[in-house]
Structures are given as C-alpha cells and as structure tokens.
C-alpha cells in the first residue's frame, strides 16, 4: 500500500476512534465497576506537556532491543493485551512477587515461560525517568509500546490515548481466565464480550498473529514434527516478521498455528459471526488495518486508572510505597 493512501485512511480513522472511544470509555469504566475510572477519559495529548518526547523515547528503546532480537516487537504488543485483560490496563502484569500481598501474574499459564519483554519495559521507563522523571505511567508505556512495535513491523499506525495510571494489585484469579489456545470460539466471544470487545474486534485483534513465536506444544501440529517441547514456530508461517493481512490467508487454508485461531473459521458458530470477518479481513488489508487500530483504541480504553487513581511507578515491577 502506498505511504500516502495509508496516511489518507488513517485521518478518516483518526475521527473514527475519537468519537467511539469517549462513549465507550464510559461503559467500560461502568462495567467494572471502578469508581473514579468511568468519568474521565484517556487523550491523545497527556504527555503532550509534561513529556513530549514520550513516544519518541519508547520508539527509540524498541529499535534498539529489536537490533538484539527481533521477536521484541511482537513480545511487547501481547503484554498490552496481557495487561488489559486483567484487571483493566493498570500495568499490573508488569508486577514481580512481593509476597504476601503482591502475587505475580508472570506465573499463571498464561504467562509463564511466555509472556516476554519485560527488560525492554524496565529500560523504557529508565529512558522516561530520565527524561521525565514520575511522570508516564507503566500501563501507558505498555500501550505505546505496543503501537510503536506495530507501526515498525509494517502494520498500521494510530495515536494511542494516554493517561492510565498504575494499579497497587495483581489478579491471579483474572489472569487465570485470560483467552486460552482451546477455549472454544463461544468461550473467547463471551470473554471478549465481558470486555466490550465484540467479534470484529476478536476477529481483528487476532491479528497480531501476524507477527511473533508460538512454543510448539501450543500449535494444532503439537511438535508432531518430532521438536522437543519448547520449540519456537512463527505464527504467521508465510510472512513472519511483517505486520500484514497474511494471517487471514493462513486462516481460510486451515493452516493457522493455533486452534483459537482455527476456531474463528472452522467453529459450526463462525459462519454466522466471525467467518465472514475473516474473509473481508484477508482479502482488504487496508480494512483490517483500520480495524485494527480500532480494537486496539478500544482494547486500551478497558478499566483504564485515571485522575488520582492508583499511582506512576517509578519501578514497573513494584509498587511505590507499601502500605502493609
Ligand atoms: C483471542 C485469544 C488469544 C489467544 C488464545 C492467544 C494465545 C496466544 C498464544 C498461545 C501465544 C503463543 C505463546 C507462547 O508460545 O509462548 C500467543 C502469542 C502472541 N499473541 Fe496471542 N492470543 C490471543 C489474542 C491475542 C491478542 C488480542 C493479541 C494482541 C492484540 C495477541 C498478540 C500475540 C502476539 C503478538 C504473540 C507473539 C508473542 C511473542 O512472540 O512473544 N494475541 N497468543
Ligand atoms: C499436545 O499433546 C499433549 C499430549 O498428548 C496434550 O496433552 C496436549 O493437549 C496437546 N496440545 C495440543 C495443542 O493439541
């Protein structure tokens, strides 16, 4: 796609995610009952005065750890999701152990031996101390990280709303719920849904498939090829590193690595909610883009801490100051 058609779509979406996104805030704040979150809305331009070479600083962070291992945008776009489903986005998955109170969410299933990237995380909030010092949240560093890992791999870019704060808790018992490999597509509609995320979302934000590793016992190949357990497959077996509309081809040729993905296709439920999407999806990669920026706005917008809320970190793996 040209550089300058892209550009002329994103100004149309630009509009778009603004006007969606004030309602949903709203309901999404009301849906988890968070008092404090529901009235005030996240904005583009946060860090506009306080720090305007935020995004700047996390981009630069990213190239250099991607020079290192070029898995880490892909690593760093999957904590943002990691995060927001849990708890809403308040950087809670970026909480180490500090038992009793603290229980990290690094260890659920979900997590464990999986989530990665968090030493790029502590060196972009070191970069942003430094720069600004106590003033860009963890659970905002996660959102911009995760726009800045797919706008370098080629995928679309956005303007990430900003203004969470950081949650003091983890939730082992949310985190053990997150989206698995075999739930059912019924089960992942409805833990979408319980996020006000609806099928084009599920459909779209599965696309991050596009790029990133999957261990091999996750795949519906389940390491069949004789690999030990462990061993690292791109999930997007056609254009790996890119960030493209490949998945969704990959998708409609039943080669898809895992079996949620699978599911938005093969499941007798999906020719009547997500099938369709994956069709429009893998033959107009501009409207995917657009979708995908979308959801993403929309995926950042959950539960979100704001106002005097939570706190900043200056650690993203503690909390400031234990009142216990
Ligand atoms: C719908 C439910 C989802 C399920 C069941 C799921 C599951 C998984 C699994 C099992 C892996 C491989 C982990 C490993 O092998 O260690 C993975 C990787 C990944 N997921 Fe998802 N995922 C889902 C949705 C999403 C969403 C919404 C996003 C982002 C918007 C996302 C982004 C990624 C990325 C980028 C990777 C590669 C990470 C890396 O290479 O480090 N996933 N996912
Ligand atoms: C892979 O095989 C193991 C052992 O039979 C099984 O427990 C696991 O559920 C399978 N995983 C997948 C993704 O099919």
């Known amino acids: 796609m040209a550089a300058s058609s892209r550009f002329a779509s994103l100004g149309l979406l630009l509009l ?32 506009d005065a306080s720090c305007p070479r935020a995004h700047d600083i996390v981009r630069h962070v990213i190239q250099d750890a991607r020079v290192v291992d070029p898995r880490i945008p892909a690593s760093l776009n999957r904590l943002h999701f990691h995060d927001c489903f849990v708890n809403g986005c308040d950087g809670s998955i970026l909480l180490d152990d500090d038992l009793p109170v603290i ?70 018992q949310s985190a053990n719920n997150l989206p698995n490999f075999f739930d059912p597509l019924d089960v992942l509609q409805q833990k979408f849904r319980d996020v006000n995320l609806d099928d084009t979302d599920l459909v779209a934000l599965q696309g991050a498939h ?31 590193k890119v960030f493209d509309n490949e998945y969704y081809a990959n998708l409609l040729q039943g080669r898809a ?34 979708n995908f920026a979308v959801s993403m706005v929309k995926m950042g917008n959950i539960s979100p801490l704001t106002g005097s809320a939570g706190e900043i970190r200056k650690n993203c793996r503690r909390v400031n100051r234990r009142g216990y």
């Open 16 to 47: 778009f995610a603004a006007h969606c996104c004030a309602v949903f805030l709203a309901s999404a704040g009301a849906a988890h009952g968070r008092p404090g979150a529901a009235g005030s809305a996240l904005s583009s331009t946060f860090y």
């Open 103 to 172: 229980q990290s969410e690094k260890h659920v299933p979900a997590n464990k031996n999986s989530a990665r990237g968090f030493p790029v995380v502590d060196n972009i909030k070191t970069a942003l101390e430094r720069a600004c010092p106590g003033i860009v949240s963890c659970a905002d560093i996660l959102a911009l990280a995760a726009e800045v890992s797919v706008e370098l791999a080629g995928g679309p870019r956005w303007r990430v709303l900003l203004g969470r704060r950081d949650g003091t808790t983890t939730n082992i």
């Open 210 to 240: 596009t790029f990133g590793k999957v261990q091999c016992q996750f795949t519906r190949q389940n390491c069949t090829g004789g690999q030990a357990r462990g061993a690292l497959e791109n999930l997007d077996r056609v254009t790996p």
């Open 257 to 290: 690595q895992l079996p949620s993905d699978q599911v938005m296709l093969s499941d007798p439920a999906a020719a009547a909610t997500t099938a369709p999407i994956v069709h429009r999806f893998a033959g107009n990669q501009r409207d995917f883009f657009n």
